[in-house]
């Protein structure tokens, strides 16, 4: 099992910076890639970035590249979502999860989730 828990949501406005923190326990997962997820009300749950844990691969939505960036720190089994230049439209539960797959956006292939942190992002 891998134990997952996200913290650093919060309310911020337009144009300003949150760092989201998802700290890793259990069993060994170096060889796991870690996403993060976002979901607003009333919509689906949506990609934002993963890291593959070992090589450091990160591929980003479209809708936060060049906003965000996903980061790990080994020693400290943790990753990091820094997202900057936030909009209202990133308001949402964000979502730290883990699969043993290599490479994948697609929700359903991860096994392993956070209980989620709010971020809110006022005009």
């Known amino acids: 099992q891998v134990q997952l828990v996200e913290s650093g949501g919060g309310l911020v406005q337009a144009g300003g910076s949150l760092r989201l923190s998802c700290a890793a326990s259990?069993?060994?997962?170096?060889?796991?890639?870690m996403g993060w997820f976002r979901q607003a009300p009333g919509k689906e749950r949506e990609f934002v970035t993963y890291i593959n844990w070992s090589d450091g691969r990160t591929v980003y939505a479209d809708s936060v590249k060049g906003r965000f960036t996903i980061s790990r720190d080994n020693a400290k089994n943790t990753v990091y979502l820094h997202m900057n230049s936030l909009k209202p439209e990133d308001t949402a539960s964000y979502y730290c999860?883990?699969?043993?797959?290599?490479?994948?956006?697609?929700?359903?292939?991860?096994?392993?989730w956070g209980q989620g942190t709010q971020v809110t992002v006022s005009s």
């Open positions: 999860a883990a699969t043993d797959r290599l490479y994948t956006s697609r929700a359903f292939e991860y096994n392993y």
């Open positions: 259990g069993r060994t997962f170096r060889s796991y890639t």
